[in-house]
């Protein structure tokens, strides 16, 4: 007996498999701007901690992500992305020894390139079946630009740790937006096929 999964099942699964993954997503990059805005007056062990904790989420998501998706351009990128993140989360480890300008400077770099990515993979996901993608593809491109001017800042005479809480809960909410958006796109569907 044949189990095979139809292409309209694969796309439900898809969405709901996403869905839960950006509204989990979401939910612990707020809880940890929250966290973060009243640890990192100095970047002691605690700080540092938190700040590697950040990318592993997002390390941790993207491997999810990958496991959820069929293969293809989309799923590579996912992988790059997971990879990226674990390699920032080391990064900004080391880098927390240098205080303030060198975690900004790295936290920059990771923001630029995992945003790229992360519009990549909105831009392929744009289809009817999973929605547009628009809080993805602005969250992605925001982290981009937000990105730039970490090291810009992170250049400067005076940088500060307070805009990664800031950026944190910005991403937490786009992915919350996403998750909302995908959650009536699924509603929308079922109440088509009834």
């Given at each position: 007996m044949s189990t095979q999964t139809s292409p309209t099942?694969?796309?439900?699964?898809?969405r709901s498999s996403l869905l839960r993954l950006y509204l989990s997503r979401g939910v612990l990059a707020v809880?940890?701007?929250?966290?973060?805005?009243?640890a990192h007056e100095?970047?002691?062990?605690?700080?540092?901690?938190?700040?590697?904790?950040?990318?592993?989420?997002?390390?941790?998501?993207s491997l999810i992500d990958y496991r959820?998706?069929?293969?293809?351009?989309?799923?590579?990128v996912t992988a790059f992305n997971g990879v990226l993140s674990t390699l920032a989360a080391i990064a900004i480890g080391i880098a927390g020894a240098?205080?303030?300008a060198a975690v900004l400077h790295v936290f920059g770099a990771w923001a630029v390139i995992s945003g790229a990515a992360q519009v990549i993979v909105g831009l392929r996901r744009r289809g009817a079946e999973l929605g547009r993608q628009w809080p993805?593809?602005?969250?992605?491109?925001?982290?981009?630009?937000v990105g730039i001017s970490y090291n810009i800042q992170a250049a400067g005479d005076n940088p500060s740790l307070d805009v990664l809480a800031v950026y944190a809960t910005g991403g937490g909410v786009w992915f919350i937006l996403q998750a909302l958006?995908?959650?009536?796109?699924s509603r929308q569907l079922r109440a088509s096929t009834v």
């Open positions: 099942q694969t796309v439900t699964d898809e809880v940890w701007a929250l966290v973060f805005a009243g100095d970047v002691d062990a605690l700080a540092v901690t938190l700040l590697v904790v950040y990318p592993l989420i997002d390390a941790v998501s959820a998706v069929p293969e293809g351009s989309e799923r590579r240098g205080g303030e993805t593809l602005i969250s992605g491109g925001l982290s981009f630009v958006l995908l959650g009536r796109k």
